[in-house]
């Protein structure tokens, strides 16, 4: 049930907005309330407003790694836009915007002749999540090139470097009530056809090697650190256990990659959870390693008992 009651809405905020569709996946409720803001101004005002008001907020992002709970959201779910989609250079200093795609960023800095972004074409996100989730890959790593980063919280806006973030694995220290509202990047000449040859090579190994074009979102379980894994990723490790195509209602483990999940027309956040938890038990009797989901979740999603999952 909403908890909206009669709340004084700011301008901008929506109460009871469905979610699903601001997700890859396309599972999940309604959040009780839901802002877009395009500014920095607005985005403090509505952070202010859901201080004040004792409401949980929680990202959106673009959606691909996110699970929203079937029942919904109690809180104030927040989506940028406007000013926070914008691509701005200054030499060879790159501004992105949180809500930047990072696909998009990529490309644009190639044919700006700089280099360093290169590993954001194969991740499906914006800047702000890939820098809250420490989104490294194909041996590119964002703390590597990041300059600085702006976070936006009820108190206003703040700028902080890489080495204030306490990178990990997957991870960072951006508190769930701050937003990253803009990234610059320090990146290197090099001539665009080098780079968009580059681009070209990781596009086409994506589409060699993982699902597009269906409703699904990224790597499911984090790549695994124990040894009993044998350096094997989670994908591998899936496989192995026989989990590519296993459904359980309306979602299954990917034939092209076993470590992502599938909506295959009506699937439920439930049906989502029931199949990373049967692989996940798999992949357990098999080879005793304990996957742990790499999916953010907004509301309150059901996880089996024992498992680690961030919010």
């Given at each position: 049930m909403s908890s909206s009651g009669n709340r004084h809405l700011p301008a901008g905020?929506?109460?009871?907005?469905?979610l699903a569709r601001f997700t890859t996946v396309r599972t999940g409720g309604t959040a009780d309330f839901l802002a877009q803001p395009g500014t920095t101004a607005d985005l403090v005002e509505v952070l202010g407003w859901a201080k004040a008001e004792g409401l949980v907020v929680g990202l959106i992002g673009s959606g691909s790694n996110l699970l929203v709970a079937d029942d919904g959201f109690r809180g104030l779910a927040i989506k940028l836009d406007g000013d926070f989609s914008m691509i701005e250079r200054d030499g060879e200093v790159v501004s992105l915007g949180g809500a930047v795609r990072l696909p998009s960023a990529a490309a644009k800095t190639a044919a700006w002749g700089l280099a360093g972004l290169e590993f954001g074409v194969n991740i499906p996100g914006t800047a702000g999540g890939a820098v809250r989730m420490n989104a490294n890959a194909y041996g590119g790593k964002l703390a590597d090139v990041i300059d600085s980063v702006e976070l936006c919280d009820a108190d206003g806006i703040h700028?902080?470097?890489p080495e204030d973030l306490d990178f990990a694995y997957r991870s960072s220290n951006i508190g769930p009530d701050q937003v990253v509202s803009r990234v610059d990047?320090?990146?290197s000449p090099d001539s665009p056809e080098a780079i968009r040859e580059r681009l070209a090579e990781m596009r086409?190994?994506?589409r060699e090697t993982q699902p597009s074009?269906?409703?699904t979102f990224g790597s499911t379980f984090k790549n695994p650190e124990d040894p009993k894994a044998g350096e094997r990723s989670a994908g591998q490790l899936l496989d192995e256990a026989g989990c590519r195509g296993l459904r359980i209602g309306g979602a299954r483990f990917s034939e092209v990659h076993a470590n992502f999940v599938e909506n295959m027309g009506e699937a439920t956040t439930a049906d989502v959870i029931a199949v990373m938890s049967a692989g996940r038990e798999r992949v357990a009797?098999?080879?005793g390693v304990a996957l742990e989901p790499e999916v953010q979740v907004l509301g309150e999603v059901v996880w089996p008992e024992g498992w680690e999952v961030g919010r």
């Open positions: 905020v929506e109460a009871n907005r469905p700028r902080v470097g990047f320090r990146l086409a190994w994506r074009g269906i409703k009797e098999e080879f």
